[in-house]
C-alpha cells in the first residue's frame, strides 16, 4: 500500500484492487502490529489512488460516487433526502416492501438495503410508553459544556440517539451546544478514496467548532469518532489548518469518555431483556474506547447482561462496505449473529449506527427476536424511570 501510495509499484493490478476493496477496514490489525503501523491511513490512500487510476463503472460505485459529490457535501439535500428516507420508513413503506419479499427477487443487496433502513427505526422505550422529555430535573444546572457532534446518518435517522445523548449529558452536570455549521464527518468519503472530498468537510468543521477553547467534542458514533480523530493527519500538509486540525482531534471524546470523567450517575432498573454488548470497531480501534460504552450500561442497576464472545470483531457493517462487497459481507455478520444467538439476548447495544443497523438488518432477514439499540438510549431509560427528567413534546427523539 505504501509503495503504491508512494508511486514506487503500479495501481492497476487487479490483485491489489482485490485486496484493498475486501479490506473491511476495521483497524484491527492496527492493536497487534509490533511495528505500529496504522494502516487505516494507508487503506484509505490506497483507494484514492484506485479512484483515481481505475473507477469502478457498476451502478453501485456510480451511485455512491453521484451521493459523495453532489449530496453529502451540501446539508439542505443531504436534510431532505433524509427526510424523505424517514417518511418512507416511518410510514411502514420499507417494512411493507420487504416484507413482500419483491426486493429479494430483485437483488439480495436491494433487500438488505431495505432491512438497514427498517432497523434504523427506534426500538427500545421506558417503561409506561414514555417517549420523550423536554429537560433534566433535580440534578441542580449543568455547569459544564460541551459540543455534540450530530453526524449526518445520525441526525438524519437516528436523532433520538442525539436527544438521548443530550439528556445523559444534562443529568451527570454537562450542558451540550450542537454549533448549527456543523457538517458530515467525511468519513464515508475516506473510505471510499474521495480524500479531498474528506478534507473540504474536515475543514468546514473545524471552523463550526472553532478553537477559541478546549471544550470536548462529544460524539456517539464510533466511525465519526475515529473520522473526526484523524482529522491531524488528514490536514497535516495544509499548511492554514495542520495546527488546527490536530488541537480538534485532542479534543474528541466517545460520549462514554466524557462520562468517565464524573462518576456516572446510576439510574434505575430497566426491564429484565437480557443484554448484551458489541464494540464498534473504530470506537475500539479508532478511538480505543471501547470499554466506555460498557460503563454506561454498568451504571444501570440489575442490568441482566450477557458477555458476548468475539464483541471486538467487526459486524462486517464497515460504513458501506455491506452494499459494495455483500457476500464478504455476509460471511462476517452471519459469525457475529451465531455468537449472538449463543448469548440468548433479546436487546444488543452498540455504540455506532452504522453497527446497529447491519446487525438490525441481519436480524431482521433471519428472523431473530432481537432489538438493537446505542448503550446511551438504555442508560436514558434507566434515568428516565428514576424520575430524572420532566415530560415533554419532542417529536424529534421518535426517530
Not at 41 to 46: D, I, K, T
Request: glycine share 10%; net charge positive; proline share 3%.
Amino acid at each position: 500500500m505504501r509503495a503504491v501510495a508512494e508511486g514506487r509499484l503500479q495501481n492497476t493490478s487487479s490483485a491489489f484492487s482485490k485486496h484493498i476493496d475486501r479490506c473491511l477496514g476495521c483497524r484491527a490489525c492496527e492493536q497487534v502490529c509490533p511495528a505500529g503501523v496504522e494502516y487505516g491511513q494507508l487503506l484509505e490512500a490506497s483507494r484514492e489512488e484506485l479512484m483515481t487510476a481505475q473507477p469502478k463503472q457498476d451502478l453501485s460505485h456510480k451511485l455512491l460516487r453521484f451521493a459523495l459529490r453532489y449530496v453529502w457535501p451540501f446539508p439542505k439535500r443531504l436534510r431532505f433526502m433524509f427526510a424523505a428516507t424517514r417518511v418512507f420508513r416511518d410510514l411502514g413503506l420499507a417494512r411493507l416492501l420487504l416484507k413482500s419479499r419483491l426486493p429479494h427477487l430483485v437483488s439480495s443487496r436491494a433487500e438488505f438495503a431495505l432491512a438497514l433502513l427498517v432497523s434504523s427505526r427506534k426500538q427500545v422505550t421506558a417503561r409506561g410508553g414514555v417517549n420523550s422529555f423536554s429537560s433534566c430535573q433535580g440534578t441542580g444546572r449543568p455547569d459544564r459544556s460541551v459540543f455534540l457532534f450530530s453526524g449526518c446518518v445520525g441526525e438524519g435517522l437516528f436523532a433520538r440517539v442525539n436527544k438521548a445523548t443530550e439528556r445523559v449529558l444534562a443529568a451527570n452536570g454537562f450542558a451540550s451546544v450542537r454549533p448549527s455549521t456543523q457538517v458530515c464527518c467525511g468519513a464515508l468519503h475516506a473510505h471510499a478514496g474521495d480524500l479531498e472530498g474528506a478534507r473540504t468537510l474536515a475543514r468546514q468543521n473545524i471552523e463550526a467548532f472553532g478553537n477559541q477553547d478546549n471544550r470536548p467534542v462529544v460524539t456517539n458514533a464510533g466511525g465519526c469518532g475515529a473520522m473526526l480523530a484523524s482529522y491531524g493527519h488528514l490536514l497535516e500538509l495544509d499548511i492554514a489548518f495542520s495546527e488546527r486540525a490536530r488541537a480538534f482531534s485532542d479534543r474528541i471524546v466517545d460520549i462514554g469518555q466524557q462520562l468517565q470523567t464524573m462518576n456516572i450517575r446510576r439510574g434505575s432498573a430497566i426491564a429484565k431483556n437480557r443484554v448484551t454488548y458489541d464494540t464498534s470497531c473504530h470506537l475500539l480501534y479508532g478511538q480505543h474506547a471501547g470499554e466506555a460504552s460498557l460503563k454506561m450500561l454498568e451504571a444501570i442497576p440489575d442490568l441482566n447482561f450477557a458477555n458476548l464472545e468475539g464483541a471486538e470483531r467487526c459486524c462486517g457493517g464497515a460504513g458501506i462496505y455491506n452494499l459494495l462487497e455483500p457476500e464478504m459481507s455476509g460471511r462476517v455478520l452471519e459469525e457475529k449473529l451465531s455468537q449472538i444467538r449463543r448469548t440468548g439476548a433479546t436487546v444488543l447495544a452498540t455504540g455506532n449506527p452504522g453497527c446497529q443497523m447491519q446487525i438490525g438488518a441481519g436480524a431482521c432477514l433471519a428472523e431473530i427476536d432481537l432489538r438493537v439499540c446505542h448503550p446511551v438510549e438504555l442508560l436514558d431509560i434507566s434515568y428516565a424511570q428514576a424520575g430524572f427528567y420532566r415530560e415533554g413534546d419532542d417529536e424529534q427523539d421518535k426517530t
